[in-house]
């Protein structure tokens, strides 16, 4: 007789009263393969941890949200916003798609251009542009995106010296009804500092206005509060037309859709609560529609959007170092990749699925990461099969934010694949080593040697 | 360690402490130590049963094995020593 396969014991306590009516059964069905790749040969062939991300979604994510926004609005213009995710392969990927670029920095906007992005392809957003960046944009005939006053007048002075127009559009903030409001970037809509700047805009003369610029807020799962921003940017663009008969090329609606990760401390899972991309196109188009634009100065509808795009194609995959019992009888898991590398875990709870086939029974655990501190807390508590060291694990929706937020500590970042249509992996950026790491240190000479007893 | 005796165990891999009124539900291997230990079996009696029925290391069962004890512990279904 052959003998059966071994899974730890694990008891549960049955709380029928507090059974989550959903089930958790989904979470932890497991996730042997990526786009029909083994994640056993992932880790085998690139090591652990290791980021995957998968070009059929992206792909997908961006060609259905076009598609979206296209089907009810007649000029829309996506810019792939770079923070969400700029490895270059990713941002190639959405050019390859159509979108523009969307950035925040001076070296984001180099990256943007390096990857081929024509400058006048660049939405030069952020309230930290220098002179020299600013001269630099004007000179590719980047969008610039004015933040505050003291940029409005900075780029003013250097139009005159130059005697050039360059293309501006001002960030506006605005109440949609959604707390907390980001009132900390751009021109606030409801106490008229955003129609001041337009006028002073205007008319100097020295600034060419092409569009108007929001971005409301990020992970929104209000689709009406677009709703509003999409009626307070059109009111504006109204106004210019009206009293200085000059019209707005675009209104930027930012980004900010909701991926469908899960907030922590939600009771629903996201995926149960967050709008799809359609309910957020049809309050987008529907206001800009009805606006009362004529027909021929209806402005392009530009989107930064960042996580909903990427969020659900990047995997972090790990593996299971070792167990143990908390001294209140909690069970944990420690895992090779901490916070450093999965800095959303601080907001989201990540799902996190098996990578191996398992029985029926779950227990409740904490996981945690590598790292020597307290705060390395992947999951607070996850109802996961009974998981031994060497088992692997798959978190899921790790696409955004996570490569361009993480750091090295402890441990070092490790290599990220992206999986092609076709089924194989190429490495996008590899891992990092010792050297990366120590290449800009510097080493005064009285340092160099010392001696040990 | 010895389980609590009124403790009821199903075949259907359920778990009653009648004191209590709590109920658990317990994975298949998870069960036949809770019938192993309810014949006041001891680890090495139970570790040579699990081992002839499952595949098994001697080192991983004992870890294991007292991992799950200190479970039933927490969950106050051990007798008091
Ligand atoms: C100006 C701007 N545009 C776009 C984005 C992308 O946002 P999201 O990833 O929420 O779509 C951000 C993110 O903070 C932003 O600040």
Partial sequence: ?453 | MKIRKNIAVSDTGFLFNPSTGDSYSVNPIGMDIVRLMKQNKELNEIKQAIMSEYVCDEATFEKDYYDFSMVLRNYKLLEDE
């Fill in chain 1, 1 to 453: 007789m052959s003998k059966k396969i071994y899974e730890r014991p694990i008891i549960r306590p049955l709380n029928t009263g507090m059974m989550n009516k959903f089930g958790t059964r989904t979470e932890y069905l497991p996730v042997t393969h990526l786009d029909g790749v083994s994640v056993k040969s992932l880790i085998k062939q690139y090591g652990s941890p290791l980021f995957v991300f998968s070009e059929r979604q992206m792909r997908e994510n961006i060609r259905n949200a076009k598609r979206t926004f296209e089907t009810r609005y007649p000029k829309v213009q996506f810019a792939w916003s770079y923070k969400t995710n700029y490895l270059n392969a990713i941002c190639n990927v959405f050019h390859q798609e159509g979108s523009w670029a969307e950035v925040v920095s001076r070296f984001e906007y180099d990256k943007a251009l390096s990857n081929g992005v024509p400058g006048d392809k660049i939405l030069f957003n952020g309230p930290d542009k220098t002179d020299d960046d600013l001269r630099l944009a004007i000179k590719n005939n980047s969008p610039i995106h004015i933040d505050h006053l003291d940029e409005l007048y900075r780029l003013t002075e250097i139009a005159t010296e130059l005697n050039v127009k360059p293309r501006v559009a001002i960030r506006v903030n605005m109440d949609t009804g959604i707390y907390p409001m980001w009132d900390r970037f751009g021109f606030n809509y409801e106490t008229g500092q955003a129609w001041d700047a337009i006028n002073k805009i205007l008319a100097s003369g020295k600034l060419d206005l092409v569009g108007l610029h929001t971005h409301i807020g990020t992970y929104m799962l209000t689709p009406s509060a677009y709703g509003v921003a999409a009626n307070k940017m059109a009111d504006l663009a109204l106004g210019i037309k009206k009293k200085f008969e000059a019209t707005i090329q675009y209104i930027d609606m930012g980004g900010g859709f909701a991926s469908q990760n899960t907030l922590k401390g939600s009771y629903l899972k996201g995926s149960d609560v967050v709008p799809a991309i359609n309910e957020y196109a049809e309050v987008i188009c529907t206001a800009l529609l009805n606006a009362g634009f004529k027909n021929n100065e209806l402005p392009t509808l530009y989107l930064e959007t960042g996580r909903a795009l990427i969020d659900n194609a990047g995997f972090l995959l790990g593996t299971v170092i070792a167990n143990k019992r908390l001294s209140d009888g909690r069970k944990a898991t420690i895992l090779d990749f901490g916070v450093n590398i999965l800095f959303t875990a601080f907001w989201y709870d990540h799902k996190i699925s098996p990578a191996q086939e398992f029985g029926m029974h779950t227990e409740d655990t904490v996981l945690y990461g590598p790292l020597c501190m307290n705060i390395d807390v992947i999951r607070e508590n996850i109802s996961l099969p009974p998981l031994n060291a060497g088992d692997q694990v798959v978190v899921h929706h790790t696409g955004a934010y996570t490569i361009t937020q993480s750091m090295q500590f402890i441990s070092m970042r490790p290599a990220v694949v992206m999986i092609d249509e076709t089924g194989k992996p190429h490495v996008i950026k590899k891992k990092e080593t010792l050297k990366d790491l120590e290449m800009n240190e510097k080493m005064p000479e009285h340092l160099h040697q010392f001696k040990l007893t």
